[in-house]
């Protein structure tokens, strides 16, 4: 399905200590840098100020700061869909609970080892009321990811979707979030949204 | 300030990750949760495990919650009154 109708708004990309917004480079740390020191260096970089955040896991810690970058820019609708994919799913926290398992478990560990806890941190911080949903692909699944923004958009379910990859493994980051809506230059297809995300990975 | 106020400020930032705030920030009146510190949910599990855990107290009735960690003054009284550890 394609009606060529919408467009790749905005994108973001985070990896190997560096945020991009769209091919500006936003923000870049030292290579030396822990994945909890990048973290916490880009939340005061962006000026997140939202104590929360200091709880949450690696993945939602990527969540919020990718999607603090993505909805700069724009008014983002409280309908605004979420379609997110990775294939380590919420690995890095299920290790650390069951590294915990020996003896007594953290709540706060507990409650991020699921992946789509990311889509509601986002939601709650954005005050989003909308759909959502969590893949988890062996890869980068262009088509899939076009596919359900388009059923959803195309239902009048939202007038927007934010949709991507967001990746942790062994503390190795890749995250590459999309704003796909009726506003903006590149046609939203399944060449122009793998393009957008080996741009990075090239 | 008493030596158990100060490290129960100390453990409570440091497990529950309040990391834009300082012993110092916090009076030992001001109410734990809402409009005080805006502890949540999980703060109250995590809590209830660091009982357990530092001072060997097993919170049975999650009633006494609400008066035992409504704010450091009282989560101090309690541990002194009923520590095992």
């Given amino acids: ?202 | 300030m008493s030596d158990l106020r100060t490290e129960l400020k100390q453990n409570i930032i440091e497990q529950l990750n309040l990391e834009e705030l300082e012993v110092a920030d916090i009076d030992n009146d001001v109410p734990l949760f809402g409009d005080g510190l805006g502890l949540d949910s999980i703060d109250v599990l995590e809590l209830i495990v660091m009982l357990e855990k530092d001072y060997g107290i097993k919170l049975t009735d999650p009633d006494q919650g609400k008066e035992i960690f409504a704010s450091i003054e009282k989560m101090a009284e309690y541990i002194e009154a009923n520590r095992t550890k």
Avoid at chain 1, 52 to 71: P, Q, R, T, W, Y
Avoid at chain 1, 122 to 146: G, R
Avoid at chain 1, 171 to 191: N, T
Wanted: aromatic share 10%; hydrophobic share 40%; with cysteine.
């Fill in chain 1, 1 to 202: 399905m394609s009606n060529g109708n919408y467009k790749i708004t905005d994108y973001v990309h985070i990896k190997d200590h560096r945020i991009f917004h769209g091919k500006d480079q936003v923000f870049k740390t030292e290579k030396s840098l822990g994945l909890d020191q990048f973290l916490k260096a880009s939340y005061k970089k962006l000026e997140i100020a939202y104590p929360k955040f200091h709880k949450m896991d690696g993945l939602c810690k990527l969540g919020i700061i990718a999607s603090e970058v993505l909805f700069k820019e724009h008014f983002i609708s409280p309908d605004t869909a979420l379609v997110f994919s990775n294939s380590a799913s919420s690995l890095e926290t299920d290790k650390k609970h069951q590294q915990a398992m020996g003896g007594m478990v953290s709540p706060s560990v507990f409650v991020y080892t699921l992946p789509n806890i990311v889509l509601g941190e986002i939601s709650i911080k954005h005050k989003l009321q909308s759909e959502n949903v969590f893949f988890i692909e062996n890869q980068f699944n262009a088509e899939l990811l076009k596919e359900y923004a388009e059923v959803l958009l195309e239902a009048k379910k939202t007038s927007a979707v934010v949709c991507g990859w967001i990746d942790l493994k062994n503390a190795k980051y890749d995250v590459f979030l999309c704003l796909i809506s009726k506003e903006g230059e590149i046609p939203l297809s399944k060449e122009n949204l793998k393009k957008l995300y080996i741009f990075e990975n090239e």
